[in-house]
């Protein structure tokens, strides 16, 4: 770690943002989930901003799925936010009730792996490192994944999805799987 802030105290804007954004995911892992022992292993603040400022200064665009998510979860709970930036974090959350700390996070194609011989689709690597890293920082997440949503086929379908996703939500909040994710049946 100290040849890592070594080096980039010598030039830290000579990063791309794309790696000064993984380094500020290394830094919430080390802070949200190694604790006191990660703390010896931080970058100095202005480094960390740095590092912070590169994520989230990253372009979000809205799909299609997310957008017919959102338009059926109004319907059902209104008053998420869309693309609320996790202030913790700097995590761009697709759907979010920050007054309740949940974060419902509209998976595409691109979140998932290709599928194994069984057809089943592991999330990526940086899909379950944000799901860990948001579930760490106090959110509740629910993934709704594009090979479900799109199964449904009406409006009543999509919402008695999402109410089933958010209705335990209102007295009890749901057990996160240790990717801090929680998924449907």
């Given amino acids: 770690s100290r040849v890592i802030s070594d080096s980039l105290a010598q030039d830290p804007k000579g990063l791309s943002i794309e790696n000064r954004s993984q380094l500020h995911q290394w830094q919430l892992w080390l802070s949200l989930e190694r604790g006191a022992d990660g703390q010896q292993q931080l970058l100095p603040d202005s480094l960390r901003q740095l590092c912070r400022n590169a994520m989230q ?15 059926a979860l109004a319907a059902v709970r209104p008053g998420f936010d869309d693309e609320y930036l996790e202030p913790r974090t700097g995590y761009s959350l697709d759907l979010a009730l920050p007054s309740s700390r949940i974060a419902i996070e509209v998976d595409g194609p691109s979140h998932f792996l290709r599928p194994d011989s069984q057809g089943v689709r592991a999330p990526s690597g940086t899909t379950v490192l944000k799901r860990r890293l948001i579930a760490a920082a106090g959110w509740r997440v629910i993934s ?15 919402q008695a999805y999402l109410e089933r996703a958010v209705a335990p939500l209102g007295a009890i909040a749901p057990q996160a799987s240790p990717e801090g994710c929680t998924s449907l049946p």
């Fill in 57 to 71: 200064d990253t372009q979000v665009k809205i799909s299609e799925l997310q957008r017919s998510v959102a338009a």
């Fill in 144 to 158: 709704v994944p594009f090979y479900d949503w799109g199964r449904l086929n009406t409006a009543d379908e999509r």
